[in-house]
C-alpha cells in the first residue's frame, strides 16, 4: 500500500464536501457509525475512486481490565473487510467499568478515559491488544488519548508507555499530537519529551484536531479551529518522522467547506515546516521514513523468553530512535513478547466470559478495580479514589454528563424537540443519579421512562409525545405509525417554541 498522505475524518455532516473537497487521499470513519451491509454512498463512491477508507473504532476498550468482546472485535473485523482497508485503529482508553471482576454492576463512560500508566496496566493492554490482533484481518494501529485529569503513582511517562507497548506487541501507533497538546495543558506533560521518547518507526498515521480551554482546562473538542500549539507538535514531529499520514479530525461545529481545505493546508504545511528543519539542522539527519502502515518491518532478533526481565517497579527511559518495532503481516503476538505466566491462560469468568489466571489474572483485577472506582466517582457521584484531584475530577464530572446529552440529542433528536429547552437541564438532573449502563439508544430510552415516571414533562401535551414516543420504541418492534406523522408533530413542536 503506499502512503496515505493528507486526509480528513468521513462524517455524514460533510460527507458532500469531503467527495468534492481537493487534495483528499484518504478518510476515516468512526467504525460504530457504519453498518458493513449498508454503506453510506459517499463512502462507496469514494472507494470507487480509490480513496483509502479506514475504520477508527471508540468502543472497544483496550485499556479496559476485561478481555476485549469478541462481538465488538466481529465488528470491527467485517468493516475493515467491507471497507477494503489496510488497516484498523482504536484507541489506549478504557470506556466501561464493574463487572464480574469486580462483582460491580456495569458502568459506561461514554467516553474516552485514560488508563494509568502503571506496569499492571501495560500487562493487561499488551495482552487486549494481542488479543485484538489476533482477531483483525488487517493490522492495528492504537491511538493516545486526551486526558483531564492524572492517575496518582503513576510509574511511566506516555512516551515510555508507548514505547513499551509498541515493543511487546508489534502493535502500530496513532499520534494524536492534538492530545499531546491536551496533556501539557491539563497534566504540565511535555510534547518534545513525548515524541523523543516514541517508537516513531512503529507510527501509522497522525491526528490533528481542535479544542478550546476554559478556566485553565483545555478541552479536545474536535469542533473548533486546530490552533497554533498543535501545528507546532505537527511540525516537531515531522522533523524526526515523515509521517504515512495526516489526518484532520471534526466532530461537531462543522465550518464550510473552504474553511476545512484552508485547514488541511496549513496541516501539510507544518509537516513540510518539520521537513524543512530536520534538512537545515546541523548534523542532523532526514526525518526517518516511516513504514508502510500495512506492511511488516524488520523484526527484532529473537529473544530468549528465559532471559527477559521481569516487570520492574521503576519504568527506565527508552532511548529514542532505536531498533524498528516488529509488525506481523498476520496480527499475533510479537517477537520477544514474554511468554504468559503457568496457569494464566483464559479460564471462565462469573459470566461465563474468559478470565486469566495467575499473575495475569490478579493484574486484571487491580486495573478493574482502580478504574471503576474512578469511573463510579465520575458518573454515579461516590467519593473520589485517594490521590486524585477533586476539582480536575469534578471538571470531568461534568464534562461526561454534557457530552452524554448532546450524544442522546443526536441518536434521539425527538426528545430535544418534545422538551424544548427544558431538554439539557432535564437530561443533566436524570444523569447525575443514573449512571449509563448500556448505549446512548438504551439512555435515551430510560431517560424518558425516568421522566415520565416523575410525571414531566409538566405540559400534558409534550407528556402525552413523549409517552407515545417511549411507547413506540419500548414493545419488541416498532409500532406502526407512519413516519410523516410523527414529523408533523415534530415540526409544530418546533413552531410553538418559536
Excluded at 439 to 452: H, I, N, T
Aim: with cysteine.
Amino acid at each position: 500500500m503506499e502512503r496515505l498522505g493528507t486526509g480528513i475524518g468521513w462524517r455524514p455532516e460533510i460527507a458532500d464536501a469531503v467527495e468534492h473537497m481537493p487534495g483528499v487521499d484518504w478518510v476515516e470513519v468512526v467504525a460504530e457509525n457504519v453498518c458493513p451491509g449498508h454503506l453510506p454512498e459517499s463512502l462507496l463512491r469514494l472507494r470507487a475512486r480509490g480513496v483509502t477508507v479506514v475504520p477508527h473504532g471508540v468502543g472497544l476498550g483496550l485499556g479496559g481490565a476485561e478481555r476485549p468482546d469478541e462481538a465488538r472485535l466481529t465488528a470491527l473485523a467485517e468493516r475493515a473487510q467491507a471497507l477494503g482497508s489496510p488497516l484498523v485503529t482504536e484507541h489506549i482508553a478504557f470506556v466501561r467499568g464493574g463487572g464480574p471482576l469486580t462483582a460491580s454492576p456495569r458502568l459506561e463512560a461514554g467516553h474516552l478515559l485514560p488508563v494509568p500508566r502503571t506496569r499492571d496496566a501495560l500487562d493487561v493492554l499488551c495482552e487486549n491488544v494481542r488479543i485484538a490482533q489476533e482477531a483483525l484481518p488487517v493490522p492495528l494501529a492504537v491511538e493516545n488519548v486526551a486526558a483531564l485529569l492524572a492517575w496518582p503513582a503513576e510509574e511511566m511517562t506516555e512516551g515510555q508507555f508507548l514505547y513499551e507497548l509498541a515493543d511487546r506487541t508489534g502493535v502500530r501507533l496513532l499520534i494524536d499530537v492534538a492530545n499531546l497538546h491536551t496533556n501539557h495543558v491539563n497534566r504540565g506533560e511535555d510534547p518534545a519529551k513525548a515524541l523523543a521518547e516514541l517508537p516513531v518507526e512503529a507510527i501509522a498515521y497522525v491526528h490533528v484536531a481542535g479544542g478550546f480551554e476554559r478556566d485553565g482546562v483545555w478541552h479536545d473538542s474536535h469542533a473548533h479551529p486546530v490552533p497554533r500549539p498543535v501545528l507546532g507538535i505537527l511540525t516537531d514531529l515531522a522533523s524526526r518522522v515523515s509521517p504515512p499520514g495526516v489526518l484532520l479530525e471534526r466532530d461537531d461545529n462543522f465550518p464550510e467547506p473552504a474553511e476545512l481545505e484552508r485547514e488541511l493546508e496549513a496541516i501539510r504545511q507544518a509537516v513540510h515546516a518539520g521537513r524543512t528543519t530536520a534538512a537545515i539542522r546541523p548534523g542532523a539527519p532526514p526525518p526517518a521514513a516511516a513504514p508502510d502502515p500495512a506492511a511488516p518491518t524488520a523484526v527484532r532478533g529473537p529473544v530468549d523468553p528465559a532471559a527477559a526481565p521481569e516487570p520492574s517497579d521503576t519504568a527506565v527511559s527508552p532511548p529514542a530512535h532505536t531498533a524498528s518495532t516488529a509488525v506481523p503481516t498476520q496480527a499475533g503476538p510479537a517477537a520477544g513478547a514474554r511468554p504468559a505466566a503457568p496457569g494464566a491462560g483464559p479460564r471462565p469468568g462469573p459470566d461465563g466470559a474468559p478470565q486469566e489466571a495467575g499473575p495475569l489474572g490478579r493484574a486484571r483485577q487491580r486495573v478493574a478495580l482502580a478504574q471503576t472506582a474512578l469511573l463510579s466517582a465520575l458518573v454515579a457521584g461516590t467519593p473520589a479514589p485517594e490521590g486524585f484531584d477533586r476539582v480536575r475530577l469534578g471538571v470531568q464530572a461534568r464534562a461526561l454528563a454534557s457530552k452524554r446529552a448532546g450524544v442522546v440529542a443526536k441518536v434521539a433528536p425527538e426528545l430535544p424537540v418534545i422538551l424544548g429547552e427544558g431538554y439539557r437541564s432535564a437530561f443533566l438532573d436524570y444523569a447525575h443519579g443514573h449512571p449509563m449502563t448500556g448505549g446512548y439508544r438504551r439512555d435515551a430510552m430510560e431517560f424518558a421512562a425516568f421522566l415520565l415516571d416523575a410525571g414531566r414533562p409538566r405540559d400534558v401535551e409534550a407528556r402525552r409525545e413523549l409517552r407515545e414516543w417511549w411507547r413506540e420504541r419500548s414493545g419488541p418492534a416498532p409500532r406502526s405509525r407512519r413516519p410523516a406523522v410523527r414529523i408533523s408533530r415534530a415540526a409544530r413542536r418546533i413552531l410553538s417554541l418559536r
